[in-house]
Antibody
Framework: QVQLQESGPGLVKPSETLSLTCTVS??????????WSWIRQPPGKGLEWIGY???????NYNPSLRSRLTMSVDTSKNQFSLKLSSVTAADTAVYYC??????????????WGQGILVSVSS | DIVMTQSPDFLAVSLGERATINCKSS????????????LVWYQQKPGQPPKLLIN???TRASGVPDRFSGSGSGTVFTLTISSLQAEDVAVYYC?????????FGGGTKVEIK
């Protein structure tokens, strides 16, 4: 079955750029049936959708983060990536990657990666 | 953004008893062209990612026990666990996928009484 795995630094300094990669196994990021999303969860809090990328490279970002976000996809490596610039302590969270079924503007997220805790601190 | 409001925040239920979680959306998530509600439920256990339980408001995902059921339409939805088991201790979230951005409820923590 499809599995997703996040990777990247667990600690980022304030004002710097958070960079994460999600590696997909058991399936292809080139599938036209899915978007590939990032979702985050601050410690002890709820879930916030960050944005998605499609295999074509088209993106859809949460307006609350749009000005700081860049997503990309590498079909040759079956990976997609997230860059969030100018981070602050408010960006400290567990970051999940997830497959997002193309139903309409969005679908549901299934499966999810295990998540990676990224702390923003000097 | 569509705001999703869950209640209660916390629920303690005896083993074998029914647990009911509510979710309200700030606007309808019923898509008129297919008469389907664009709402899902997830279960999140400590230290784990959310797991899909229910899609289209009432369709159980593959492998989900039939003690989990979803109901509702438009703006009011319910997740019911008919007979709570120890392994059901978790936080449950609703999420709408009708509009962008997709948004989640604040979560309901279910524990054993």
């Amino acid at each position: 079955q499809v599995q997703l795995q996040e990777s990247g630094p667990g600690l980022v300094k304030p004002s710097e750029t958070l960079s994460l990669t999600c590696t997909v196994s058991g399936g292809s990021v080139s599938s036209s049936d899915y978007y590939w999303s990032w979702i985050r969860q601050p410690p002890g809090k709820g879930l916030e959708w960050i944005g998605y990328i499609y295999f074509s490279g088209s993106t859809n970002y949460n307006p609350s983060l749009r000005s700081r976000l860049t997503m990309s996809v590498d079909t040759s490596k079956n990976q997609f990536s997230l860059k969030l610039s100018s981070v602050t302590a408010a960006d400290t969270a567990v970051y999940y990657c997830a497959r997002d079924l193309v139903v309409a503007a969005h679908g549901w997220f299934d499966p999810w990666g295990q998540g990676i805790l990224v702390s923003v601190s000097s | 953004d569509i705001v999703m409001t869950q209640s209660p925040d916390f629920l303690a239920v005896s083993l074998g008893e029914r647990a009911t979680i509510n979710c309200k959306s700030s606007q309808s998530v019923l898509y008129s062209s297919n008469n389907k509600n664009f709402l899902v439920w997830y279960q999140q256990k400590p230290g784990q990612p959310p797991k899909l339980l229910i899609n289209w408001a009432s369709t159980r995902a593959s492998g989900v026990p039939d003690r989990f059921s979803g109901s509702g339409s438009g703006t009011v939805f319910t997740l019911t666990i008919s007979s709570l088991q120890a392994e059901d201790v978790a936080v449950y979230y609703c999420q709408q996928y009708y509009g962008t951005p997709p948004t989640f409820g604040g979560g309901t923590k279910v524990e054993i009484k």
